[in-house]
């Protein structure tokens, strides 16, 4: 049998992906949606050990699986050089901040505190920075490794007011949880 040419092999594979891991298959309810879209990015990313191949999986799943709602989402991660600030990772939206000081704005609130900020207004929000003055509303959840060291916050913004809630709080934490550990 002749070897198969590699292109051919490649779309084979992003078929089989795409077949396989479609946000257009899961459920419209919020909460059954998140509990497979989990499932589903820790099937994905399953003995990978590229952390931002992880993260870029995440971005691009939980995008499809939300936008519009998802106007911004992505990852600022821990600086290995600078312990105390977060650098932009893997992200998808318009031009974000590249660093963000532990405490300031709501990432920084987030990585400072280890606690996930639901702000429902970013204007009422001390200190909130405005990187596309469209965003109106934001969660950010902490990313923890395996030694429950922070190693990253998740930032999803949206161009509504009080777009999320207590069951995207549930739902991106236990994503956020299986991330680095799974
Ligand atoms: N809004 C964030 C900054 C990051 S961007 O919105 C992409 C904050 O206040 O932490």
Redesign the pocket.
Known sequence: MPPIPFNHARQTLDEAMAETFSPDDLPLEKSARYTELKAMIAAVVAGETSLTARYATAVSLLVQAFAPRFF?T?FYVVDPLKPTELVVGPYQGTL??LR?PFGR????AAAATGQTQLVKD?HAFPG?????SR?KS?I?VPVYDASGALAAVL?V?STELAAFDEEDQAGLETICAILLTA
Request: aromatic share 4%.
């Open positions: 911004w992505g974000g901040c963000i704005g709501v990432c920084g970013v909130h920075i405005a990187c596309d965003s934001e950010v930032d913004d």
